[in-house]
């Protein structure tokens, strides 16, 4: 069995300042792991996603997470939010077999003050 | 863009009465899916279908749900007999191919599910 832990459903930054989501798993085999934005009325996008080729991996919009084995971690990060970053975020992994399941974490609402 | 999109977005019915939610996935693709989340709760995987067969179902995924692709563009979800608790944001996805690395699954923008 598989599962996601988002600690923090909500987060709060300045515009500018670092981002952080945080995102824990576990899985019974090596995981394939992905983090999707939903903007509101809108459906899930992928931000990016780590398939055991390079631990650190770049996303869209200056999105960035690391995988680290030891700590089960695939945290979501970005140097400098801007407005526009204001969404929710979902974690999510994958088992290996054909029907391609996704496993979601339950979200952390990302809000950027001005 | 090609995107997966989704109808009707809002759908109200009564406890006991058959819905059918639709989706047209994005064209060249060969994999769907079908999650939902209950309002505050998590994206729950629902079933994944691939050469006109369920690939994976969940648990959630029982005797009053079917899925089918009744052409070449549509992918429907039916709830047979709907109850309160199915009340819920459904969303399509798909994907080229299987297989994790390969496994981008594009999502359509829900169909919000309320059980009267």
């Known amino acids: 069995a598989q599962s996601v832990t988002q600690l923090g459903s909500h987060v709060s930054v300045s515009e500018g300042a670092l981002v952080l989501l945080r995102c824990n798993y576990s899985s019974s085999v090596p995981p394939y792991l992905f983090w999707y934005v939903q903007y509101p009325n809108q459906g899930l996008q992928l931000l990016l996603k780590?398939?055991?080729?390079?631990?650190l991996v770049k996303g869209i919009n200056g999105f960035e997470a690391e995988f680290k084995k030891s700590e089960t971690s695939f945290h979501l990060t970005k140097p400098s939010a801007h407005m526009s970053d204001a969404a929710e975020y979902f974690c999510a992994v994958s088992n290996n077999n054909a029907g391609n399941m996704l496993t979601f974490g339950g979200g952390t609402r990302l809000m950027v003050k001005p | 863009e090609p995107e997966v999109t989704q109808t009707p977005s809002h759908q109200v019915t009564q406890m006991g009465q058959e819905v059918i939610l639709r989706c047209v996935p994005i064209?060249?693709?060969?994999?769907f899916y079908w999650y939902r989340q209950i309002l505050g709760q998590k994206v729950e995987f629902l079933v994944s279908?691939?050469?006109?067969?369920?690939?994976?179902k969940s648990e959630i995924f029982d005797d009053q749900f079917s899925v089918e692709r009744p052409d070449g563009s549509n992918f429907t979800l039916k709830i047979r007999s709907t109850k309160l608790e199915d009340s819920a944001m459904y969303f399509c996805?798909?994907?080229?191919?299987?297989?994790?690395?390969?496994?981008?699954?594009?999502f359509g923008p829900g169909t919000r599910l309320t059980v009267l």
């Open positions: 996805a798909s994907s080229k191919a299987g297989g994790p690395s390969y496994n981008e699954q594009f």
């Open positions: 279908f691939y050469n006109n067969e369920i690939s994976e």
């Open positions: 780590y398939t055991s080729a390079a631990t």
């Open positions: 064209s060249n693709h060969l994999y």
